[in-house]
């Protein structure tokens, strides 16, 4: 049965890279359709909700947004009823911070791009389009992937592999020092804010708005740094923008389109809560 061949997004901002990417693929995979290819993780974003492809090969270091940064903020964007892209992260990490994406079980490819490791991708790739009912179940064949290796299949927006893949990766930089208090300069003073009394931060821009039950109070960092200094047990980050004190929540709600927010005890902010978070709220 013939259907539409899928289509593919690449973003990686080195053109040398890119193109090899690009020609490999087309040499592995001669019916994928690669609609774009974007310099950095803004254009990935902006053309990977423009196009809505069938895949996304996301380098994971650019410039303007990360391919991770990317890849978070288009779970959060996807249109309702439309399947989210597979992904694949392009990387030059090193076997250590490869462990995060196979424990994540996320697939990657590393620079140089490599025939056999992408051989294998594009067979997976494949089949997973091929169990969806989605594009590319045509019978071009691609360099099969050796039988004693295992396969991590590719990341989905209906489950939790992005956030795992990003609490991997984050628990792989050095442990920072876990923060006691809040110092939060309000005028010509410092507020001292016990944690237990944050009720969730918020990034606004360069800073971070922490909100208090009856206060708030800005500080001049961002959740990125802020976040390996809080305890995670206590500390969820449920948006790329929110991280909530858990013990604050009272309710997690879902609308009729299926959004999840959280409303809060003693406090009259409804919270978002990004997809790639919603397993925190699965019931137990």
């Not at 994928?32 to 069938?54: F, K």
């Not at 309702?80 to 995060?100: C, K, Q, R």
């Not at 006691?180 to 237990?196: C, E, K, T």
């Not at 821009?205 to 009856?214: A, E, L, M």
Request: proline share 7%; glycine share 4%; net charge negative.
């Amino acid at each position: 049965m013939t259907s539409s061949p899928p289509r593919a997004l690449i973003a990686e901002d080195e053109p040398i890279l890119a193109a090899a990417l690009a020609h490999a693929l087309r040499r592995l995979w001669p019916e994928l359709d690669i609609v774009a290819a974007c310099a950095n993780g803004v254009e990935a974003l902006q053309q990977g909700l423009a196009l809505l492809p069938d895949i996304l090969f996301l380098d994971i270091k650019m410039p303007g947004k990360t391919g991770l940064e990317a890849a978070e903020e288009l779970a959060e964007q996807w249109p309702d009823g439309t399947p989210f892209p597979s992904i694949v992260f392009v990387t030059a990490y090193d076997e250590y911070a490869l462990a995060a994406f196979e424990h994540a079980a996320a697939d990657y490819v590393l620079k140089p791009v490599n025939d056999a490791r992408l051989g294998k991708t594009v067979e997976r790739l494949r089949q997973r389009l091929c169990a969806s009912g989605g594009s590319g179940s045509g019978s071009a064949s691609a360099t099969p992937a050796p039988a004693t290796t295992a396969a991590p299949v590719t990341v989905s927006a209906s489950d939790d592999n992005l956030a795992r893949l990003l609490a991997q990766l984050q628990a792989m930089t050095a442990p920072a020092p876990r923060l006691q208090m809040i110092r939060a300069a309000v005028g010509n003073s410092v507020r001292m804010i016990a944690l237990a009394d944050v009720v969730y931060f918020e990034a606004l821009d360069k800073y971070i708005n922490v909100v208090c039950q009856d206060s708030e109070a800005l500080i001049r960092t961002s959740l990125k740094e802020l976040l390996p200094q809080l305890d995670p047990q206590q500390f969820w980050q449920i948006h790329r923008g929110t991280i909530v004190n858990a013990s604050a929540i009272a309710t997690a709600v879902r609308d009729e389109a299926g959004k999840l927010s959280l409303t809060l005890r003693q406090h009259p902010a409804q919270l978002r809560v990004s997809p790639l978070y919603a397993h925190l709220f699965r019931q137990m």
